[in-house]
């Protein structure tokens, strides 16, 4: 039987067996490219994807800038604290989510030992908590509670636990009785965790985001990783107004709202102060903003005309099977529009204009022009869900069926479409047994099939067990990834080759850094920042990083990167910027190109760092959404 090539995955993990140290993720990419050799165009690409969340499933901790450290570094002689709750102490079931990120929800091989470092009994089992909307869900949790009586535990009481070993995994557990003496180290500790949580939230723009993607790089870098002494991370979470933590193990900043808030929140007053705060705010902005336009204007730098190619959006027309592309007309971005948006908004203008849906939604609907009737619309989940008991119990039911595996990728994943993707493959795989589970369909068989194709499920689930550690789905993007790549290679657009050239030119900038005494990890991470920049103008404009200028960098920075690019943050604007006056810099010694703008543009770089925050701070909820996003990007949007 032929060896099977190793998947990115596999030698992600033992890549990670290797290092005892902080490496580059270049390093680590080149590695990987080693051992598994990719053609495309970016090679770095799906193992940078791979890395970007869950770097923990494949043995490393993302430390941000550039850096990684092996798991097993990071966790080793690691100490955090515990606070069980009164139910958890009264029945001493310590709930599992206490342990995360440090141990994975699910993780069965672990050891456990008290404070002399005598081995404590214990089993795995649950709390069930009750959820109003879907009846009592039960929690993984650990019977510790032997240990917690012999301890003398009460109400108050907190646990220090320390990672001893990493395999098998060890953790020593040691009952805090004494109120917490929060010293002025201590002080420091919490301090600095909990800024570098608010700190991590605040630049993704994936959320809600896993808790081992924020916390554990936190701890990771911390001087007091073994000696921490403060209080859980969970509690200064519960305690930060900027913050939320969700079921235990994942966090958001102070816009999420959970369903239950959603379907019992119906007073858009809530709205009102925050709106006309966050209002003011984007005036004063576009203030600055349009001055500085005009500015740049005056040192002719640009002639103001902002060309918007990437305002272009696809509209479908539902009835006559259409599409049409939608694509506003330059606009002078040297005038105050202001008055004119404030007059659209009147007119309601805006109020179902495809601006208000967020930019990973499908503007189909709104762009469709359907009547209300074409749709249905659960306007309260809870009376649907008590109208359709059958529903209630078949979700109950698929919830029962899932595997361990399958409810720690549910856990893990923030991507929807994983978890519709793991949902319905269980769903297939009972119907068989379960056919009541869906509605009676009139038999249908495609042409070249039989209907004994689909026993037992469609064939592509049949073999979805497999005897490796690693899942084969990591192998099979990677070959989707590669293959969908060399399809493309044979019939490279304009824009393909505008990206290569930018490549190139990327390239030379990481060799000029390197040779001018920059450490790897400072090189890729300005080099990696181009690629924003390099990827609008490729995909809009067709055009190279050597044919950048101030038009395309101000749609760029003050349109595409707020919305657009997923780990935006205020912090990663700045860096942006800098990134950008470096290259351009590099690109003036080597081929004489004016880099006035990309100079000028960095001194505007707390202007795109703001843009970003506000944006972050814009309810999609709200009903002035659409008024407060048109305000914030104008000109973009009028």
Not at 260 to 288: F, K, P, V
Not at 338 to 348: L, T
Not at 496 to 524: C, I, N, P
């Amino acid at each position: 039987m032929a060896q099977r090539e190793p998947t990115i995955a596999s030698i992600l993990l033992e890549l990670a067996e290797e290092y005892d140290r902080v490496v580059a993720e270049r390093e680590i990419y080149e590695r990987v490219l080693q051992r598994r050799p990719s053609q495309a165009r970016d090679p770095f690409a799906s193992i940078r994807a791979r890395l970007r969340f869950g770097a923990n499933e494949v043995g490393w901790v993302r430390l941000g800038d550039g850096a990684l450290m092996p798991l097993r570094v990071a966790l080793t002689g690691l100490r955090f604290r515990v606070t069980p709750g009164p139910h958890e102490l009264a029945t001493g079931l310590l709930l599992r989510t206490h342990l995360f990120p440090f141990v994975a929800p699910y993780h069965d091989d672990l050891t456990l030992k008290d404070a002399s470092g005598t081995l404590i009994p214990f089993r795995f089992d649950s709390i069930e908590l009750v959820d109003d909307l879907f009846g009592p869900l039960a929690q993984s949790a650990i019977d510790i509670s032997d240990w917690m009586r012999r301890e003398g535990m009460f109400d108050g009481d907190t646990i220090l636990v320390t990672i001893e070993r990493v395999a098998p995994l060890t953790l020593r557990l040691q009952a805090d009785h004494a109120a917490l003496v929060r010293s002025a180290d201590v002080l420091r500790q919490e301090q600095e965790l909990i800024e570098g949580i608010a700190a991590r939230v605040a630049t993704s723009r994936s959320l809600p985001i896993s808790a081992a993607d924020v916390v554990l790089p936190v701890f990771a870098r911390a001087a007091w990783r073994t000696t921490y002494a403060g209080r859980s991370w969970q509690e200064l979470v519960a305690n930060d107004p900027r913050l939320r933590l969700i079921n235990g193990i994942f966090l958001s900043d102070r816009t999420y709202r959970a369903l239950a808030d959603i379907l019992e929140d119906q007073d858009s007053g809530m709205w009102e102060t925050h709106d006309s705060e966050l209002l003011a705010a984007i005036d004063a902005l576009q203030r600055e903003l349009l001055e500085s336009r005009r500015e740049a204007a005056a040192q002719e730098l640009w002639n103001g005309i902002a060309p918007r190619a990437s305002t272009a959006r696809v509209v479908f027309d539902t009835r006559s099977g259409e599409t049409t592309v939608v694509q506003l007309e330059p606009i002078n971005a040297l005038q105050d529009y202001s008055d004119q948006i404030d007059e659209r908004v009147r007119k309601g203008e805006y109020d179902h204009d495809a601006w208000t849906l967020t930019d990973d939604e499908d503007g189909l609907f709104a762009a469709a022009d359907l009547d209300n009737d074409d749709l249905s619309i659960i306007d309260d989940l809870r009376e649907f869900i008590a109208e359709r008991p059958e529903l209630l119990a078949a979700a109950r039911q698929l919830i029962a069926e899932l595997s361990p595996e399958e409810i720690e990728r549910l856990h893990s994943t923030e991507n929807i479409e994983e978890i519709q993707q793991i949902l319905a493959a269980r769903f297939h795989r009972m119907l068989p047994d379960n056919p009541h589970l869906f509605a009676t369909l009139v038999p249908y068989v495609a042409s070249g099939t039989t209907s004994s194709d689909f026993n037992g499920g469609p064939p592509e689930l049949e073999d979805g067990a497999d005897d490796d550690e690693v899942s084969t789905l990591d192998e099979e993007w990677d070959e989707n990834v590669e293959e969908w790549d060399e399809d493309l290679d044979e019939q490279l657009t304009p824009n393909d080759e505008a990206l290569a050239v930018s490549h190139e030119l990327m390239e030379r900038f990481y060799a000029f850094l390197l040779a001018q005494g920059k450490s790897e990890a400072t090189a890729a991470s300005r080099t990696g920042d181009l690629w924003i920049y390099a990827d609008f103008l490729a995909s809009y404009y067709a055009q190279t990083l050597a044919e950048g200028n101030y038009a395309t960098l101000d749609e760029c920075l003050f349109f595409f990167y707020p919305r657009r690019v997923a780990n935006s943050s205020p912090r990663g604007a700045r860096e942006l910027c800098t990134s950008l006056k470096q290259f351009y810099a590099f690109l003036r010694t080597e081929r004489n190109i004016d880099d006035r703008f990309a100079r000028e543009m960095w001194r505007r770089r707390d202007q795109v760092a703001r843009v970003v925050d506000l944006y972050e701070q814009i309810d999609t909820d709200s009903p002035q959404f659409g008024r407060l996003f048109v305000r914030l990007f104008a000109p973009y949007t009028v």
